[in-house]
T-cell receptor
């Protein structure tokens, strides 16, 4: 079946512009996660959605970052007034539900370059 | 958040077993131990997980210390396709976000 998809796969933008990154989770998955991975680094948690509950935004690095999940499915991560340090790969994952034994399925990521 | 520590890198010869260690001395009683790996230019993929008992699946085995303060991922016969960064992650009840460390970069020699 279809896995997690993300678009665009690559994005180049100028400093100060806003960008939107999209994630399509696996159908039926109620939990959705955003992470970012800077060059040569491990993944950094950003935000987590579970069903209709309020999202866990504890990982968002600044108020320039926001995310929404419409209809419990597709999610959009928005970065306003991008900075060069925002350059990274942004990864989305989904899981069937939240649980200690749930597997997170990751998408291929969006590679963002801020010039 | 519970932390894990892993060696930065390891090497293995093809067709030989590989033991990837992970220390998690602050683990709590209900934390699950998950392992993921990330192949070059891809998102992470699930490998295996466990709580207390050793676990086996088609990809690997997970050996968990009796005090649960460490675990070892075992690849029984490394292949070139197993070259990746391997992450050991603790999953805590109530907060299911993954806290990734720097992982272990496994190099497999032909």
């Amino acid at each position: 079946g279809a896995g997690v998809s993300q678009s665009p796969s690559n994005k180049v933008t100028e400093k100060g512009k806003d960008v939107e990154l999209r994630c399509d989770p696996i159908s039926g998955h109620t939990a959705l996660y955003w992470y970012r991975q800077s060059l040569g680094q491990g993944l950094e948690f950003l935000i987590y959605f579970q069903g209709n509950s309020a999202p866990d935004k504890s990982g968002l690095p600044s108020d320039r970052f926001s995310a929404e999940r419409t209809g419990g499915s597709v999610s959009t991560l928005t970065i306003q007034r991008t900075q060069q340090e925002d350059s990274a790969v942004y990864l989305c994952a989904s899981s069937l539900s939240s649980g200690l034994q749930e597997t997170q399925y990751f998408g291929p990521g969006t590679r963002l370059l801020v010039l | 958040d519970a932390k894990t520590t892993q060696p930065n890198s390891m090497e293995s010869n093809e067709e030989e077993p590989v033991h990837l260690p992970c220390n998690h001395s602050t683990i709590s009683g209900t934390d699950y131990i998950h392992w993921y790996r990330q192949l070059p230019s891809q998102g992470p993929e699930y490998v295996i997980h466990g709580l207390t008992s050793n676990v086996n699946n088609r990809m690997a085995s997970l050996a968990i210390a009796e005090d649960r303060k460490s675990s070892t991922l075992i690849l029984h016969r490394a292949t070139l396709r197993d070259a990746a960064v391997y992450y050991c992650i603790l999953v805590t009840s109530g907060t299911y976000k993954y806290i990734f460390g720097t992982g272990t970069r496994l190099k497999v020699l032909a």
